[in-house]
């Protein structure tokens, strides 16, 4: 690990300042993915900011009827909030299909969003990756992929976003609060939150540098059947290879996201019209434009398998 | 290919360089630790002080070192294990403020004032903790290596459920989760055995939560 400058600050004030007058500075708050990837040296900032004691760890009910999640909230407590676990259901069960206990306690709901998008070519150091080393190409394409994106992806990166929280987040309309050194605040909806790989895989969401997130919110509760039902290769603490997040309404309707299949948790609002007529034409409008490896194409008919599955137990 | 002498000159310059820049960590003044500048010859270093199993301890530090090195290296707790190192195996396992975390992928600096609990906080060969008893009794390892890592989760797995926390197999949302083996067993996916000891660390678990195997 490269040596860092370390600090705790005690208002976001403080941190964005902090950030504005050191160069090489990161933010620090549950550190369970920076440290990792700090370890390896694919991260390695000159300074960190530690923001994880910023008093942005309360859940509140907003005036609209929502909920206002602080950036510092754990994973752990997000998913046993008993407001979330009656009227957010779909969060619950993404946050807890997560990661294991242990990181849960100490992942934040800020830091899950901005854990890194990745793939095992990220972390193999021998190997070229655009996003690790911008130009220095693409090891997964053409390699070992089978985890990787059908959505979204571009020639320079075909990784996906691991969170199953965002996945839930994406479903429910999620938006993120965020302040600037200048100490002007934003609300980013999560739709609008990932960056397209494009030709610059590195840049993975649309915060300025220094920009720091708050807060989530949720609108009102919608009410339906929340399910999320993630596959993967063992039964608990694995990466989805899919999953799909669904709230299903009795008449019906609904709302779909995908997680493991792009850069970012994937809903497509034009093809949730179709959720009455079955899974088929819902996971076709989904994955329209999908563009798969010689590994991965059995994620097209995993997904619309799994929907089924869902709309199924939905029906009860 | 190095003749024996360059290996002795080389070797000889190590151990001065080496002896130097002993020197030079322990002269660098407190004042520097968070100071902005880069990194020069000797790596920041930062204060940090918290309590293990019941001892305030305060430590001075490179910046970079886990919690896990510094119990470990600093102050020779060696029950806490390193395995993988990056948070995948559990074998680290601590208990920080009631609560089971990786400390491989925490850093020291950053748990000032907070208690710790490793294993040899929860109890010692001759008054064990009833999990420890209960590992001991269902012969809940074989080579050993990530017991303390499992036994500090297990322990905070049952405050977990009895928290209400909700797991991946918990069926309804709304009800208290219930300690079952289904439950357990989920809930103690962070902590490999590379033995396949999990049948009898299950049963383990069990025998101290007083549920019927």
Partial sequence: MKSFTYERVDSSAAATAAFARTPGARFIAGGTNLLDLMKLEIETPQHLIDVSRLALDKIEATPEGGLRIGAMVRNTDLASDARVRRDYGLLTRALVAGASGQLRNKATTAGNLLQRTRCPYFYDTNQPCNKRQPGSGCAAIGGFNRLHAVVGASDACIATHPSDMAVAMRALDAAIETVDAAGKARAIPIADFYRAPAKTPHLETVLAPGELITAVTLPKPVGGTHIYHKVRDRASYAFALIAVGAIVQRDGTGRVALGGVGYKPWRVEAAEAALPRGAKPVADGLLAGAKTTHENAYKLPLVERALAGVLAQAKG | ?213
Avoid: W
């Fill in chain 2, 1 to 213: 290919m190095q003749t024996p002498e360059e290996f002795e000159l080389s070797r000889r310059g190590v151990l001065v360089g080496g002896a130097a820049s002993v020197a030079t960590v322990t002269l660098v003044p407190i004042g520097t630790a968070t100071a902005a500048t880069p990194p020069a010859k000797s790596p920041p270093t930062a204060k940090v002080a918290f309590e293990v199993n019941g001892t305030v301890r305060e430590l001075e530090l490179d910046t970079r070192t886990s919690l896990l090195d510094a119990l470990r290296e600093h102050l020779h707790l060696t029950g806490t294990k390193k395995g993988c190192d990056h948070g995948q195996c559990g074998a680290c396992t601590v208990i920080v403020d009631g609560r089971r975390i990786n400390s491989c992928l925490t850093l020291a600096v950053m748990h000032e004032g907070e208690k710790i609990t490793t294993i040899e906080g929860l109890g010692t060969p001759d008054k064990m903790h009833a999990m420890q008893d209960a590992f001991v009794t269902h012969d809940g390892y074989q080579c050993g290596y990530c017991t303390p890592g499992q036994i500090c989760s297990a322990v905070a797995v049952l405050d977990e459920i009895k928290a209400g926390v909700p797991s991946h197999v918990t069926a309804d949302l709304a009800a208290a989760p219930a300690v079952t083996k289904v439950e357990l067993r989920e809930r103690m996916s962070g902590n490999i055995c590379r033995c396949g000891a999990y049948s009898n660390i299950i049963d383990a678990i069990t025998d101290v939560a007083g549920v019927k195997a």
